[in-house]
């Protein structure tokens, strides 16, 4: 992989994560997805970096897996992409390794991932935009669930994300027909949270971001996680989880600024910690 097929940038506590092949819409390889995986964890570990922000260059958000050559995003390629390796039937672990770990990633990252949707996002490149915390749009964005038009399962989580996002029979539809979906269509079903004119996406983003990362980080994180178990656990585990996410949240710094700044009557200043 070229250096520069994923750039990574960090500024006002923001870590920008751009994926740069415009030349082939920002089709995903493996070698591009190890070194997303490694960048949003180092971003989830670094207590300087206080929101993350992913986007593209050029016309294409990502149109899915390098499948044309090289070392395909679902793994299918030996890691040094010479040669494809042997598919095996039923070789779930190869999966796992694959999309699934780069949305993983998205989802675990215990900073908030704003994802600026340049342009068409298809395949794999449509659940790595669903799996950020906040979804921006530019205007002429299509988000295309290509998997069947291609005679395939989809892959990196979708049938999850999309189904708790719309619910089973709007995430059939997409999936089984593969349209293309229009950015105002996406956000009438609550996939993105905003669409704004392209000219208009950047600044956008790097006002939520850096909205974000001035925040109380810590809680944003425990916000997160219980936001993303919700739907998969009872109310008994959600209201137990909820309930440690206080308590454990009460012993940070930004907690003691965010009541002490109440009593005072005036603006907190979180620091993340």
């Not at 493996?30 to 989830?44: F, K, T, Y």
């Amino acid at each position: 992989m070229a250096d520069d097929e994923v750039v990574q940038r960090t500024e006002n506590g923001v870590t920008w994560l751009t994926l740069n092949r415009p030349q082939v819409r920002n089709a995903v390889t493996a070698d591009m997805r190890e070194r997303l995986i490694a960048l949003l964890a180092a971003a989830s570990a670094d207590p300087e970096v206080r929101a993350v922000v992913l986007t593209a260059v050029g016309d294409g958000f990502c149109t899915g897996a390098d499948l044309r050559g090289g070392s395909s995003a679902g793994g299918a390629h030996s890691a040094a992409g010479a040669q494809p390796a042997e598919r095996v039937a039923g070789d779930v672990a190869r999966v796992v390794r694959g999309a699934q770990r780069l949305v993983a990633a998205v989802m675990d990252c215990e900073k908030p991932v704003v994802a600026a949707v340049n342009g068409t996002a298809a395949g794999i490149g449509v659940h790595l935009a669903l799996a950020c915390d906040l979804v921006i749009a530019a205007e002429r964005v299509r988000f295309i669930e290509v998997f069947a038009r291609r005679g395939l399962v989809p892959d990196g989580g979708g049938a999850y994300l999309l189904t708790r996002l719309i619910g089973p029979q709007k995430a059939k539809e997409l999936m089984f027909f593969g349209d293309d979906l229009a950015a105002e269509d996406a956000l009438r079903l609550g996939l993105v949270n905003r669409v704004v004119p392209a000219e208009d996406l950047e600044k956008t983003a790097r006002e939520w971001a850096e909205r974000l990362a001035v925040g109380p980080t810590r809680s944003y994180a425990l916000t997160k996680w219980l936001v993303n178990r919700a739907l998969e656990s009872d109310r008994e585990a959600c209201f137990a989880a909820e309930a440690m996410a206080q308590e454990v949240n009460m012993t940070t710094a930004d907690a003691a600024e965010g009541l002490r700044s109440f009593v005072e009557r005036r603006p907190p200043r979180f620091q993340g910690r």
